[in-house]
C-alpha cells in the first residue's frame, strides 16, 4: 500500500488531492487546527475507503515545532511516505505599501516555512528508498507580479523557488518533484463571493492534474504544471 502525507487536507484542494489517493489505495497523514473537523473527516473516509489507513494530527502548521510533530507522527504510523503534498496555505489581498503588520510574516509561515520544515523531515525517507514524489501546490501568483497581492504573493513566488531548488537536489536521488500552479478555484475562500462555480476551476481538477503527474512512468518528472479557468483567471 502506498503512503501520503497532505498538509490542507480537510477542505478545498487538499481534501479533494487526498480523496483522490484514496480512491487509488493509499493511506493517508492529515493535519489540521480543529479536533471536530479531523473526527469527522476520519469517520467519514474510513467508511468510505476501509482498506486505507487515515491518521490525523491537530497542528497549528504556523509553528515549527508542531509541524515537525505531525512529520514524526506520520513518519512512526508508515513504513515509507511515497507521496509529500504541501497544500496548506493563506491568503489575504493586499498591497506592500498598506497591508497590516505582520502579514508578510504570517504568509511566510504558512505559505513556505510549513512546506520546508515538513519536507525536511519525510525527504530522508524518501532518498535513502530512491522513489518518492513531492508536490507543493503554488499559485499563479507565484508567476508574475500582481497589485493586490502583497505578502501573498512573496510568499507564493518564495515556494516555486523552494520547489525549484528541490528537484535539483533530489534528482539524482530519484525523486520526483512537481510544483502546481492553479488560477482561480472553487474553495471556501470563494463563499459569499456569488462567482458562477463553472467559472473558475473545481478543486477535483487540481487533484486528477496531480494524479496524472503521479502515474507516470518512473522516469518522467512533471516540473511545473500551470492551470487556469477556460475563460481566464478573474
Request: proline share 4%.
Amino acid at each position: 500500500m502506498p503512503y501520503a502525507v497532505i498538509t490542507g487536507a480537510t477542505q478545498g484542494m487538499g481534501k479533494a488531492i487526498a480523496e483522490k489517493l484514496l480512491e487509488n489505495g493509499f493511506s493517508v497523514a492529515i493535519c489540521a487546527r480543529s479536533q471536530d473537523n479531523l473526527d469527522a473527516l476520519s469517520a467519514e473516509w474510513k467508511g468510505r475507503f476501509p482498506k486505507s489507513t487515515v491518521v490525523t494530527v491537530k497542528a497549528d502548521l504556523t509553528k515549527k515545532e508542531e509541524v515537525q510533530a505531525f512529520a514524526g507522527t506520520a513518519l512512526a504510523a508508515f513504513p515509507t511516505i511515497d507521496v509529500l503534498v504541501n497544500n496548506a496555505g493563506t491568503y489575504t489581498p493586499g498591497t506592500i505599501a498598506d497591508e497590516p503588520e505582520g502579514a508578510l510574516e504570517k504568509m511566510l509561515a504558512l505559505n513556505l516555512y510549513c512546506a520546508y520544515h515538513l519536507t525536511r523531515k519525510i525527504v530522508p525517507v524518501m532518498k535513502a528508498k530512491q522513489t518518492g514524489h513531492i508536490f507543493n501546490i503554488c499559485s499563479i501568483a507565484s508567476l508574475a507580479g500582481n497589485a493586490t497581492s502583497g505578502a501573498y504573493g512573496i510568499s507564493k513566488y518564495a515556494l516555486m523557488g523552494f520547489s525549484d531548488n528541490l528537484r535539483e537536489e533530489l534528482k539524482q536521488f530519484l525523486v520526483k518533484v512537481t510544483a502546481i500552479f492553479p488560477g482561480s478555484t472553487l474553495t471556501a475562500s470563494w463563499d459569499g463571493s456569488g462567482v458562477d462555480p463553472a467559472r473558475i476551476l473545481a478543486a477535483t481538477d487540481i487533484a486528477n492534474t496531480l494524479w496524472g503527474a503521479y502515474a507516470l512512468s518512473p522516469q518522467a518528472n512533471v516540473e511545473h504544471i500551470v492551470m487556469r479557468p477556460v475563460k481566464g483567471d478573474l
